[in-house]
C-alpha cells in the first residue's frame, strides 16, 4: 500500500491493519458527505475491502453507506453490442457511469440533493429499477463504493477519496473460480474478456497515477 503519510511500499500487512489504515486515511466530512472508491479489476477482493472499510469507519463512530458498482450495469442490449468476449466492450458498455453519477454521486457533492439511488439496474433480472424512490443522506455520510474502472472521465472530480486494488492475474482467477465458477486457467479466454479489458483501463487513464492509496492483494 503506497501514499504519504501511509504504511511504505511492499510492506505486507494483515487485511485488518490494511483496512484499519485504509479508514484512518479516509477525509472526515467537511459540511458535506466523502465519496470513497475502491477500484479496481475484477476479482481482486474490492467488494471483500469495502465492507473492511466500512465496519472501521462506523467502528470509529462514523456514518457510513455502502454501494456496489455491479448495481450500475447496463442492460444486456448495450453490454454485449460490441460481442460477449470484446474486451473493449466490456471496458466501454459494462457500466453505466452517467447514472451512477446522476443518481449516486453529484447528489453528495458540493450544492448537491442529497438524495441518492443506490441502485440503477438488476443484473440478475437486467432489469432497470426505475420505480426505486430515492433516499435523502446527511452531510456527515461516508459513501464508500466499490467497483470496477471508477476513475473513468464520466467520474472526473466525482471522488473525494480513491483506493486502487490490484492482484496478479493468477489470484483474481482463483478467486473468480471460487465466487463465480470460472475456469482455473488465467489464460482461459473466459478471463481475457475482463484482463485485456482492464489493460485498456491502464493504458487510457493510468488509474494507479491518479488514485489516493495503491494496494497490491494477493
Known sequence: MTDSGHPAPNRRISAHELAVTLAAGIPAPQGRPVRVAIDGMTGVGKTTLRGLVARELRDAGREVVEASGDDFHHQQAVRYRQGRRSARGYYEDA???HAMAAKLLVPLGPG????VRLRHHNLESDALLTSEPPIRLGDAVTLVVDGSFLQRPELDGLWD???LVEASREVSAFRQVA???APAEPDHPYH????DAYDIYVAEREPRAHADVNVTND
Open 95 to 97: 457500466y453505466d457511469y
Open 112 to 115: 448537491g440533493s442529497r438524495e
Open 161 to 163: 477519496w480513491v483506493v
Open 179 to 181: 465466487r463465480d465458477g
Open 192 to 195: 481475457a474478456r475482463y484482463f
